[in-house]
């Protein structure tokens, strides 16, 4: 697992918090906590300027390495790979259609129990897009959600609302939250829904509506795929933020090999997206479902753990502990 730190350090939370811990980093902890102090403010918080301009952490592994790595990945992992969700679906058909409309795989993330929920996720899944559960769950700021899972409920209620959620939405592979800055923090709610997640064979994706979440550390108990997103596309309403938001993206696959953004319908996001998916395949980058991408993280992964092991000396602990 260390090696997944190692191949990807901006994916894993908990391992940043560890790397607070470990010392000799100190530029790069206070970067890390500074976004995260950042990020506690919102619901969706704003993608703080400094996560992409935080130093390399101490156990990165050096450009030299990085570069033989790529050159030895498996073939279907070694194009840069990004994926973008659109989420808060479900209530505006047109919003949806108009998602399909544009030639590009983006995965199209519904709100359980909406108007049009179960509609657009059936005509996502005739247009071959992917399709996730938006599931609503409890915030910090206590305001009034769609039916959502809840710290109130007991593991038998918690369980009962899921599953009536994923039936509400077909096609869907996976999960990510809407809202959830409290539920996201509770170990034992989320272990509760990771395994009724590992048991329909799905993924999750970390939203990460605070930077306290353990969804992703109960996902990987449960063995579930999982991912954090990278990035949010649209905090800031814009075309030209939504297309530096964008360009963030890319540079983090280049970088990383694989990235996840999260965007909403909104006509900004749209226009920018229109505009500049055509010119991702020569950047060299592919945009493909969220599948896709955690699968091909996983390859990585597994490959890089094969490959970089006992000569790599590292501080740090396993994010899962
Ligand atoms: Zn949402």
Redesign the pocket.
Known sequence: MYALALVSPHRRHPFTTKLALVGGAVATALCWTFSCIAAEQFEKPSEPPSLYSCPTPPHSINNNTTALLHHQLPADTREPMVAIII??LGYQLSAGKQLLALDAPLTLAIIPFTPHGKTLAELAHQHHREVMV?APMETLSNRSWEPALHEAMNQQQLESLSLKMLSAVPYARGMNN??GSLLTQRHEHMGWLMAVLAEQQLYFVDSRTTPNTVAGEMALRQELPEQSRDIFLDNIRTVDAIRKQLHKLEAIALKHGTAIAIGHPYPETLKVLQEELPQLKTKGIQLRSVSDVIGATAKRTKFAQKTIQPTQTTTHRQPKG
């Open positions: 989420d808060d938006h809407h809202g």
